[in-house]
């Protein structure tokens, strides 16, 4: 994203967070836009209708971006990399996105709610301070808030909101316990339950161990399939990214011999239409080109290597073609990914798992990011695991949360203006920085 800052000339501001100065009396609603929006600066720095709206008679800042972000298997990376968040504004990541990136950045705060066990977060995030502080790197101090749904906190100068989730056996770092299973799926529910009660936009989740999940006797194969199951929604998509493209799946985590009798015309129809819906609604383009893989080598070659593109995929993109959308193919795998087809794809679908996502982690490991589209609510991911060798050490790569919680926040500034995602009425309270911090 391309942000105006106006850093040289602005006055430095204290280092509290609360801040109240009376900017504009009387109506905010009329007051407030005659204001601000006959400003250069004001067009510059982006504002929309829907932050105007959120602006109290005082100046302050009503509503935030609230994202709940859960901090993964305790014996992982996630809990140390939660220190990485404190670091800076949200809205000063840079969008590491394949998005039409046409929309102004938005001037609400962001409030992150990590959830997790509140003391395992201090340690763990206080040893990546330490770390940072042996290079000689700049470290910024950290404050953790008790998360209340009811008085809104931003994510501004060290200073981010915790919901405590204890564990259920003390962790160690690097070494996997099932017997904390039930504490990691219960950081997801918690989770779900703030985006379903209309309190949080989005979730933006670390690396969990499915195996460790399985091995306590719970059933559990991703978040993705865990989220859909929550939620009740009919079809979800997974699709990874990074700057370069979008990788959306037709299915998940199969075998290949059970890959071919998934992709019926229904599936593949309810597929494309979520991910033609989410890439216009929550990823900003307008009319998204969809290029789609066949499933078979050479896409088939008319039938002669398989019938799926004949008998199931040609079919679907022919009537979803009547219904106005983009969709170009079936294409062979080993040549959809050329740059002139990448120079105009919003994504590329391909049919499973490992056909579309080598090519996307060798372009993208080091800052590529994980959405289920189709829920009712964001989800974001890094694209990693829980690289338990690394676990305990503060030395993990960052670039993947980072680049998760960017794209949670553009796509959350996505549905505040189009209006597809509906939180509960404002909160009663506002802890963070005002009008007169953010210009």
Do not use: W
Not at 270 to 293: N, S, W
Request: proline share 5%; glycine share 8%; charged share 20%.
């Amino acid at each position: 994203m391309s942000y105006n800052k106006n850093k040289k000339n602005k006055k430095k501001k204290s280092t509290s967070i609360l801040r109240s100065p009376q900017l504009f009396p009387g109506d905010a609603s009329e007051t407030i836009e005659k204001h601000l929006l006959a400003t250069a600066q004001v067009q510059h720095t982006g504002f929309s209708t829907a932050d105007l709206l959120n602006l109290k008679n005082d100046g302050t800042l009503l509503n935030a971006i609230r994202l709940a972000v859960t901090t993964g298997d305790p014996a992982g990376v996630g809990p140390e990399l939660m220190y990485y968040l404190t670091c800076q504004d949200p809205r000063d990541i840079p969008l590491q996105a394949h998005t039409n990136n046409h929309k102004s950045r938005s001037y609400l705060p962001v409030e992150l709610v990590l959830i997790g066990d509140k003391a395992l977060l201090q340690e763990r995030m206080e040893l990546t301070r330490q770390a940072f502080k042996a290079k000689g790197l700049s470290c910024r101090n950290f404050t953790l808030h008790d998360f209340d749904p009811d008085q809104i906190q931003a994510t501004y100068q060290g200073h981010i909101s915790v919901l405590d989730v204890p564990l259920n056996v003390p962790a160690k770092a690097g070494v996997l316990d099932s017997a904390n299973a039930p504490y990691v799926l219960k950081t997801l529910d918690k989770a779900i339950e703030l985006c379903q009660q209309g309190i949080c936009y989005g979730i933006v989740t670390a690396p969990i161990s499915k195996g460790a999940i399985c091995d306590s006797g719970l059933h559990f194969t991703g978040h993705t399939e865990y989220l859909q199951e929550k939620t009740n929604t009919k079809e979800v998509v997974m699709m990874l990214g990074c700057p370069e493209l979008n990788v959306a799946l037709a299915t998940t985590h199969l075998p290949l011999k059970d890959i071919s009798a998934a992709i019926t015309e229904e599936k593949l129809t309810d597929i494309i239409t979520v991910l033609h819906q989410d890439l216009k609604e929550r990823m900003g383009f307008a009319k998204p080109a969809i290029y789609v893989c066949g499933l078979n080598p050479h896409a088939g070659e008319n039938g002669t290597l398989g019938t799926e593109e004949k008998d199931v995929i040609i079919p679907v993109l022919d009537k979803l073609r009547q219904q106005g959308m983009d969709l170009r193919g079936p294409l062979p795998a080993d040549t959809i990914f050329q740059q002139k087809y990448l120079d105009e794809a919003a994504a590329i679908l391909a049919m499973y798992h490992d056909q579309g996502l080598p090519v996307l982690k060798y372009i993208g490991f080091k800052n590529g990011y994980n959405t289920t589209l189709g829920l009712p609510f964001i989800r974001t991911s890094v694209d990693h695991g829980t690289a338990l060798d690394l676990a305990g050490k503060g030395v993990v790569n960052y670039g993947s949360l980072l680049s998760a919680v960017s794209l949670a926040v553009f796509m959350a500034k996505q549905a505040i203006d189009n209006g597809t995602i509906k939180l509960k009425d404002a909160r009663a309270g506002f802890n963070g920085p005002t009008l007169a911090d953010i210009m």
